[in-house]
């Protein structure tokens, strides 16, 4: 019995230090961002927002938020099409080679980004795709739209088709039953894989690296550039907006799918 | 005893619906078309391209791959990339497993209290992550007092720009993406096999071992291989935590291209990166339905 409650004593304390270890470096940067030295000492020894200043009053940070911000909506756009089209067909059509074109669909999740950048650099630095909105937003598209697909088809393979039926026997045509029954029904795996899609763009460093230059970068490209070589204390002040961003985000998607579940369940 | 067989949870399938006309294409099956030809276009084309120059550039024939298999310093890559990528799958595998096990014995309030810890980093971006351990890491970083003020180590030892460095970093980026395979597999296991195991005379430390971890390998060894094939492939956290003596292959990549513009042999290295993250994806495909595996959570 000793030795029983001995190993789960011993597993407890493992699994604290790795919960520690695991979401340590999202609550030290947040103290430190307000650092007054610009070696970001921790704790630090002076409150002060200096950092927060030096972002907003910097016009090449400012110019990389908004190109990521616009890249990002576009790619959400983008994806939500072609990954909810791809998802109605993975799960309820027909056609040729379909474990082939699983694969596709999913291949750029699985494949290491630097190919994907190197690939995509040489391609696009011949057709003047570089530094340009429509380039970001192609790979972009391409990194994130995986994830779409994958929210929108377990939605629809868990939807009861016969919702559909129903609708249709009551005479609604296939447009109206599709946008009436079935897109309310799978719309927050939708928003779901919205949402994953526009925190890859927003986030991607690596094939952004390639692409961005004096002409057009992105905020991941100007966190990069404040890491790689010196270190940018602004950046730590980037940092926890990102963090609070999307913590919030994703939290507040964690609270809605808690409130239909609830309601659910009551009307169950 | 009597015992009720226990249902497996979640086994029933509902009935499939009956088909509709055996044809090649329908209606639904046109709208993979967009996706696909994107994909295409803007994903498989510029891989081909690569795939040609590697052949292509500067000479035609294999130079670029000889060069590679040819050179001690090239290989000592390769070397490290699955050196570096198996022990962070080790230390995953150390810290996840103990980790999803007690979250299928805590009760709920903590389960999804050890769950909002595994997720906060699967939220929060990688860059803003190794930014913090960077500063963390440093020789006047938090680490390094710590260690010196519990009396550990008297003067800062280095913890960044080496492997050490690229293990904290890479390990803290694939531990959910281990724990919670890991746990959905533990969470299906029925708990009354380990019963009856204690109940037919066996210690309990032997019940788990021999009756509970051989029903967690197939998610253990997904994970696993899973870990292993995302690490080597890694590009940011090696190039901000690791030394140059660590160098993995995805830093090589990129530093033939921007400091020697060598096109041929930073796109063969991507080719040699290709082949090697595919055949293990083949080897995970046949553990499990790697679609399945990606979306199950969340």
């Known amino acids: 019995m000793n030795t029983k409650l001995l190993c789960r004593g011993a597993l407890v304390l493992l699994a604290v230090l790795t919960a520690l270890y695991l979401v340590a470096p999202v609550f030290f940067v947040i103290p430190t961002s307000f650092n007054d030295s610009s070696f970001l000492e921790f704790p630090p020894k002076a409150f002060s927002t200096r950092w927060y200043e030096a972002y907003f009053q910097d016009p090449a940070w400012i110019n990389a938020t908004l190109n990521s911000l616009q890249i990002g909506v576009w790619v959400t756009i983008l994806s939500v099409v072609l990954g909810t089209a791809a998802a109605l067909a993975m799960v309820r059509g027909r056609y040729p080679v379909k474990a082939l074109v699983s694969g596709l669909v999913l291949a ?64 609604a045509n296939r447009v109206t039953t599709f946008l009436k029954v079935t897109l309310p029904c ?38 990069w550039s404040g890491v790689r070589v010196q270190i940018d204390p602004t950046v730590a002040a980037v940092s926890t907006m990102l963090l609070l961003v999307t913590l919030a985000l994703f939290a507040s998607a964690g609270l809605v799918r808690l409130f239909r579940a609830r309601r659910l369940a009551e009307a169950a | 005893m009597p015992q009720e067989a226990g249902d497996a949870p979640g086994a029933g399938s509902s009935p499939a619906p009956a088909r509709r006309r ?29 795939l040609a120059r590697s052949f292509t550039d500067p000479t035609t024939g294999l130079d670029n791959y000889r060069d590679f298999f040819g050179s001690p310093v090239y290989l000592d890559v390769l070397g490290n990339t699955f050196r570096i990528s198996g022990l962070v799958t080790l230390v995953t595998l150390l810290l996840g497993f103990p980790y999803a096990y007690l979250m299928t014995l805590a009760p ?18 990688l860059l803003v992550r190794t930014f913090a351990w960077v500063l963390m890491l440093g020789d006047t970083g ?50 009354r096999l380990v019963q009856a195991a204690e109940g037919l005379g066996a210690r309990p430390i032997s019940a788990f071992w021999r009756v509970y971890a051989p029903l967690t390998l197939p998610g253990v060894a997904a994970s696993c291989l899973l870990v292993f094939i995302s690490s080597i492939g890694f590009y940011v956290t090696p190039a901000l935590l690791g030394g140059p003596k660590d160098m993995m292959i995805g830093e090589l990549i990129v530093q033939q291209l921007s400091a020697v513009l060598r096109w041929g042999f930073a796109s063969a290295l991507a080719v040699v990166l290709l082949l090697v993250t595919a055949a293990l994806l083949l080897l995970v495909s046949r553990i499990v339905n790697i679609g399945k595996f990606m979306g199950g959570e969340r």
């Open chain 2, 108 to 125: 709920p309030l903590w389960r999804n209290l050890m769950l909002v810890a595994v997720l906060i980093p699967f939220w929060t971006s």
């Open chain 2, 142 to 191: 938090v680490v390094n007092q710590f260690l010196m003020s519990i009396g550990l180590i008297d003067e800062p030892t280095q913890l960044i720009r080496n492997q050490t460095g690229v293990l904290v970093g890479m390990v803290q980026v694939m531990l959910p993406y281990a724990v919670l395979p890991m746990f959905a597999t533990m969470r299906q296991i029925d708990r």
């Open chain 1, 186 to 223: 799978i719309a927050p795996s939708v928003a779901a894989g919205a949402l994953f899609a526009f925190i890859t763009s927003f986030d991607e460093v690596v094939t952004s690296v390639f692409l961005a230059g004096p002409d057009l970068s992105t905020l991941p490209v100007q966190m």
């Open chain 2, 22 to 50: 055996p044809r090649i294409l329908d209606g639904w099956g046109l709208l993979v078309l967009p996706l696909v030809a994107f994909l295409l276009v803007v994903f498989v084309a510029p891989l081909v391209s690569i």
């Open chain 1, 108 to 171: 750029p999740v699985l494949v290491p980004y630097v190919i994907i950048a190197l690939a995509v650099y040489a391609v696009f630095l011949e057709m003047g795709l570089t530094q340009s909105v429509l380039g970001f937003v192609l790979v972009h598209t391409a990194l994130a739209v995986p994830f779409v697909v994958i929210n929108v088809s377990a939605a629809l393979v868990s939807f009861d088709e016969r919702l559909e039926m129903a609708a249709m026997s009551l005479g």
